[in-house]
C-alpha cells in the first residue's frame, strides 16, 4: 500500500506533535507542587497513570511517525 505525499506528511507531523506534546507534559508532570503527582515525595497514582499515558502516547506517536516517514521515502524511491 502506498501513502500519498499529504497523508505521509500529516503522519510525520502527528509523531513529532505528539512527541513535543507529551515530553512537555512528563515533565511537567514530574516537577508538579500541587500535591496531585507526589505525596510527601511519593509518587500518586495520578502520576502512574498518567506516566503510562504518557508512554503509550511516545509509543503510538512514535509508530505513526515511522509509518509517514517510510510512506515518504517510499514516494521519494518511485520518483
Known amino acids: 500500500m502506498k ?3 499529504p497523508l505521509s506528511w500529516f503522519l510525520l507531523a502527528f509523531g513529532v506533535w505528539s512527541w513535543i506534546i507529551w515530553v ?7 516537577k508538579d507542587s500541587s ?3 507526589f505525596d510527601d515525595g511519593d509518587p500518586t497514582a495520578y502520576f502512574w497513570v498518567h506516566l503510562t499515558l504518557a508512554v503509550v502516547s ?4 512514535t509508530v505513526v511517525g515511522v ?3 517510510r510512506g515518504l521515502r517510499a514516494l521519494r ?3
Open 67 to 69: 509509518i509517514g516517514l
Open 35 to 37: 500535591g496531585l503527582a
Open 58 to 61: 511516545f509509543v503510538l506517536g
Open 77 to 79: 524511491g518511485a520518483s
Open 3 to 5: 501513502l500519498s505525499r
Open 24 to 30: 512537555t507534559f512528563v515533565k511537567n508532570l514530574v
